[in-house]
């Protein structure tokens, strides 16, 4: 069963990031380099390369929550789910610090937003140049997703504070690193609180099933199959069998 559990359950590639602008631009900048650099190493799978490169740019802005990501990612690449864990729940903590805060006036909110699209671009860049499998697609929906909305707050012109929630990819990346460490109730909140920011996740449908089907909910795991199958994910045939199986 573990074997069937390992292929029904897919990983993120990439995901983006944004933060208020609590650092100076210098500084941003630098760790956007690093970071940039620990993603390439992460396409050519030199993950303990990447480890370095996203390592570098956390101690040159601690508050900013791609890298925070990706060192989680490479964790989780590398099989150290506890410091997969640790990293992807400060990036979670990170996006989660940012709702509902209050910029001094209405410029400095503008050039937040216009950062944080400056960000999106740049990881929408990055998934693009990777393999366009099922997961890269649906996180390319996501981005542009979020690149419209923010869009449409800058053309709007009038809020001065955040309205963020932690991003879909980021529950459903600390999910999986809690399932890969046998903490299932955990990666079933998490598994929850990615679809609640994205009702579309296929990904996150199909790995609650799993969740389900190894807690013995037979019922809620052929449902979860059905809405994953429903978003357009590729379910595995051996883990739809499974739950047949246990009914």
């Not at 789910?81 to 400060?90: C, F, G, M, P, Q």
């Amino acid at each position: 069963m573990r074997r069937l559990i390992a292929l029904a359950l897919a990983c993120l590639i990439m995901a983006p990031a944004a933060s208020a602008q609590s650092f100076s631009p210098g500084d941003r900048e630098q760790s956007r380099a690093q970071n940039r650099l620990g993603w390439e190493q992460m396409r050519g799978e030199s993950y303990e390369q990447a480890v370095k490169h996203f390592q570098k740019a956390i101690a040159i802005d601690a508050e900013f929550e791609m890298p925070f990501y990706g060192l989680g990612r490479a964790h989780m690449a590398l099989k150290q789910y506890v410091s997969a864990i640790s990293a992807l729940t400060r990036c979670r903590d990170l996006y989660r610090a940012l709702v509902g805060r209050q910029f001094s006036n209405q410029q400095e909110a503008q050039r937040y937003r216009t950062n944080r699209i400056t960000e999106i671009d740049e990881m929408i860049r990055q998934v693009q140049s990777g393999p366009q499998t099922i997961q890269a697609q649906d996180q390319l929906r996501q981005l542009q997703e979020q690149r419209r909305q923010m869009q449409d707050i800058i053309a709007r012109g009038n809020h001065v504070t955040i309205d963020a929630a932690i991003p879909a990819w980021v529950s459903l990346s600390l999910g999986s690193a809690y399932f890969r460490s046998g903490q299932l109730a955990d990666a079933e909140r998490e598994y929850k609180a990615t679809l609640e920011a994205d009702k579309r996740s296929g990904e996150a449908h199909n790995n609650l099933a799993v969740v389900y089907l190894e807690t013995g909910r037979i019922a809620e795991a052929e449902a979860s199959l059905k809405d994953a199958k429903k978003a357009g994910f590729r379910v595995n045939p051996q883990l739809e069998q499974a739950i047949k199986k246990g009914q």
